[in-house]
């Protein structure tokens, strides 16, 4: 059973930068998928970006594109969300999501059901 651990939030003003990482033992494969979700207050837990084991595939929700940017270091199991241009809106709960059946990057959308293994969060906060 894989673990999955996030890291590097934090308050910060709008139109600043934070980088979140996710630990991931266990789930990194030739065959994984990763992924980032959010959840603000009162709000449904959304998608936010993933990406293949390779890297070679990303996909991002519209809100992410342009500003955000997600990566991983296959050699330190770690994957990076660096988050530009913050919003008040992108304020929530960040998770780190895995499953190791690269077929969860294959859908049209970034779906929670399309992932096994999810982590505890890291709060962001956003100040205007």
């Known amino acids: 059973q894989g673990q999955l651990a996030e890291s590097g939030g934090g308050s910060v003003q709008a139109g600043g930068s934070l980088r979140l990482s996710c630990t991931a033992s266990g789930y990194f494969s030739s065959r994984s998928c990763m992924a980032w979700f959010r959840q603000g207050p009162g709000q449904e837990r959304e998608g936010v970006a993933r990406?293949?084991?390779?890297?070679?595939?990303?996909y991002y929700a519209d809100s992410a594109k342009g500003r955000f940017t997600i990566s991983q270091d296959n050699a330190k199991a770690m994957v990076y969300l660096q988050m530009n241009s913050l919003k008040p809106e992108d304020s929530g709960m960040y998770y780190c999501?895995?499953?190791?059946?690269?077929?969860?990057?294959?859908?049209?959308?970034?779906?929670?059901?399309?992932?096994?293994?999810w982590g505890q969060g890291t709060q962001v906060t956003v100040s205007s």
């Open positions: 999501a895995a499953n190791v059946n690269v077929r969860a990057c294959h859908g049209p959308n970034l779906a929670q059901y399309d992932f096994t293994g």
């Open positions: 990406i293949v084991h390779s890297g070679d595939s990303t």
